[in-house]
Every structure is written in C-alpha cells, then in structure tokens.
C-alpha cells in the first residue's frame, strides 16, 4: 500500500514538473511577444540580469529550491532576450527554418525523456560528463563573444550543443525518476527542463540556419 501510495506520489510530482515547465514556456513566449517593443539598447542588461539569475539558481541547487517567481521571472526575460536570435533567423532564413528548429526539439525533447523515464538504468554516472561539456560550450560561447568563430566552427558547436542538452533532458527525466524530492523542489527542476528545452532549441536553430545556406 505505501508502495503504491509513493509510486503516485511521484508521478503526480513529476506531473507537476511538467506542468510548471509547460507554463514557463508560455511565460517565455509572452517574453518573446513583448521583446518585440522593447529597445535594443535594453538587451544587454537584460542578458546580464538573466546570467545573473542563472547564476543565483545554480547556487540554489544546494537548497534543492527556487521560488515559481523566480522561474517565470526568469523565463520571461529570458523569452526576450530570446526574440532578437530568433528574429535574426526568420529574417536571414525564413519561418521554415524556425518551425524546422522548434519541430526537432520537441520531437527530441519527447524521445529523450521518454527514455529517461522508462530505462531502467540510473543515468547519474552522466553527471560529470555532461556538467563538463557545459561548461566547455558556455566558454566557446564567452570566447565567440569577444572574438569570433567561423560559420564552421559554430556549426560543430551547435551539433555538441545539441547532442548535450539531449542528453541532459535524458538525465534530468532520469534523475526526477530516481530522487525522492518535495513541491519545493518542482520550481528548480522545471526550470532545469527549461534550459534543456531552450538551450536545444538554439542549438538545433544555428544547426537548420547554417545547413538553409547551402
């Protein structure tokens, strides 16, 4: 009977999950609505607001914990430093590009965490490999900043970038699987889900840009 009671306990946890990451993706698309009317000068606070976020919630893994406001808060704002990368796609590459990027990521998005859910391996054994990666792509990217790459090289950049965070929704899906955690963790974990889902998408966006040029 407790067995059956944790076994739903967890599926409605994770359900909730789910539920809390579908709507910061709403909330992110209200951003990309809204970072139509805001001035380009304001972009790059934003984008240090949101590193800054992303920083705060990185080190408020340790309390497993991070308040909804904080995840739509940062979702929004995220959604409009999102419009200019995807406004610069539709422009150089047509909507097709764009819907061709957003098809694919939720088409790996739904795979991988299927797959994470219903394998019955514990992918913890991913953790340092994966957070290793990230970082090396997130320095790629401060690199790109300040001196940048040829088309090529952000081309095998953005097929590493996609083959990691599909990875990550594997092991995020995984994980919630095989930890036990409270409603004060589903704010953290749908935003975990959330970077995985965007991060993938622009990924996949650079990859469909590059290959619409040939």
Same mark, same amino acid.
């Given at each position: 009977m407790?067995?059956?009671?944790?076994?739903?306990?967890k599926?409605d946890?994770?359900g909730?999950? %789910?539920? &809390? !990451?579908?709507?910061? $993706?709403?909330?992110?698309v209200?951003?990309?609505? @809204? +970072?139509t009317?805001v001035p380009?000068?304001?972009?790059?606070?934003?984008?240090?607001?949101?590193?800054?976020?992303?920083?705060?919630?990185?080190?408020?893994?340790?309390?497993?914990s991070v308040?909804?406001g904080?995840?739509y808060?940062?979702?929004?704002?995220?959604?409009?430093?999102?419009?200019?990368?995807?406004?610069h796609?539709?422009?150089?590459?047509?909507g097709?590009?764009v %819907?061709? &990027? !957003?098809?694919?990521? $939720?088409?790996?998005?739904?795979?991988?965490?299927? @797959? +994470?859910?219903?394998?019955?391996?514990?992918?913890?054994?991913?953790?340092?490999f994966?957070?290793?990666?990230?970082?090396?792509?997130?320095?790629?990217?401060?690199?790109?900043?300040f001196?940048?790459?040829?088309?090529t090289?952000?081309?095998v950049a953005?097929?590493?970038?996609?083959?990691?965070?599909?990875?990550?929704?594997?092991?995020?899906?995984?994980?919630?699987k095989?930890?036990?955690?409270t409603?004060?963790?589903?704010?953290?974990l749908?935003l975990?889900?959330?970077?995985?889902?965007?991060?993938l998408?622009?990924n996949?966006?650079?990859f469909?840009?590059?290959?619409?040029?040939?």
């Amino acid at each position: 009977m407790n067995e059956v009671y944790s076994t739903t306990s967890k599926r409605d946890l994770m359900g909730s999950v %789910l539920k &809390a !990451f579908a709507l910061s $993706l709403l909330v992110a698309v209200l951003g990309m609505l @809204i +970072g139509t009317q805001v001035p380009p000068v304001l972009f790059m606070p934003l984008i240090i607001i949101e590193f800054v976020m992303l920083l705060a919630a990185f080190f408020a893994r340790k309390r497993k914990s991070v308040g909804y406001g904080f995840l739509y808060a940062f979702t929004f704002i995220s959604g409009i430093t999102t419009y200019p990368i995807i406004a610069h796609y539709l422009a150089a590459s047509g909507g097709q590009v764009v %819907l061709s &990027a !957003f098809t694919a990521t $939720l088409v790996i998005f739904a795979v991988m965490s299927f @797959i +994470g859910t219903t394998t019955k391996k514990d992918l913890s054994f991913l953790s340092g490999f994966l957070m290793t990666a990230l970082l090396a792509l997130i320095v790629i990217g401060v690199i790109n900043l300040f001196s940048p790459f040829s088309s090529t090289a952000l081309f095998v950049a953005s097929i590493i970038g996609t083959v990691v965070f599909s990875l990550y929704i594997m092991y995020d899906f995984n994980r919630m699987k095989n930890i036990d955690f409270t409603e004060e963790a589903i704010p953290l974990l749908a935003l975990n889900l959330y970077l995985d889902f965007i991060n993938l998408f622009l990924n996949l966006l650079r990859f469909f840009g590059f290959i619409s040029r040939d």
